[in-house]
């Protein structure tokens, strides 16, 4: 079987909300010497991509959504490990405070982000989803960290990214963090227009701008 073959087989496993086969196939991808982060982007991801569109256009419905969500989880869950033996680092590069912002559940992205991080050198705190704005600000006077990371998937819920902006100001400690924002509706614009310090479209992209944002690049 070729590559492409798998790639198109693991966007089915998705499709189709099968974990089991997702799990196997992650596996597959492994021991064929595959790169995991090809096998996610090139693989899985354009499968949780159509699932959203299929959600979108009507044809989905929610346990549709959820059970594309589970398959997704249980490859990464494979995956993961990989990826953070093939990019560990070993200086800390910045300690970093990261998670889904209030309103909002969806983990995948920000957990894709929160490893990559974790694997190219930082130091992560990954505090979950549905994170309310003074709990990301506890969490950043607990572990001293320099960098936080904010995920929103809705567009109601990346509203809630400035609010912990707000909340870092009143609490007299945004000076001491950069702030860098991501998820699907999130743009470069949005990031400007609340004052964050950086923005990334996806994981691989955000270890840079982490990196930047650290002075490390
Ligand atoms: C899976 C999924 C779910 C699952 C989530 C499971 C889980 N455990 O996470 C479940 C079923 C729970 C779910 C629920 C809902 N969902 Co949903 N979901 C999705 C779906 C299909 C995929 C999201 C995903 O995991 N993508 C894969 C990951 C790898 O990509 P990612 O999240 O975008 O993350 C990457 C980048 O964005 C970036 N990134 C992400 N975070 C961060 C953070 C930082 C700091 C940086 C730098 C970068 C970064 O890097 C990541 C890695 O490359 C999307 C469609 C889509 N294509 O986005 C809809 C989608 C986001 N959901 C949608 C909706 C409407 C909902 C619900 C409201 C449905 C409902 N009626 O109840 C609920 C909301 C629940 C809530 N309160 O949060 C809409 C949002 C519409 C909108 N514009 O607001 C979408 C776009 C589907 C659609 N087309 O309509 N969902």
Known sequence: MSNEELFAQMAQAIIDGDPEE???LARKAIELGIEPLEAINKGFTPGINKVGELFASGEYFLPDLVIGGEAMKAAIAVLEPELVKRQE???????VVIGTVEGDIHEIGKTLVATMLAANGFQVKDVGV???AEDFVTAV??????LVGLSALLTTTM????????ALQEAGIRDQVKIMVG????TQQWAREIGADGYAE????SVAVAKQLMGAS
């Open 183 to 186: 998820g699907a509706p999130v």
């Open 141 to 146: 006077q607990e572990t001293g960290a320099n």
């Open 202 to 205: 996806d994981a691989v992209g």
């Open 89 to 95: 680092e070993r200086s800390v590069l910045g300690k």
């Open 130 to 132: 549905d994170v309310a």
């Open 22 to 24: 997702a799990e196997a």
């Open 159 to 166: 509203l809630n990214q400035r609010k912990v902006i707000e």
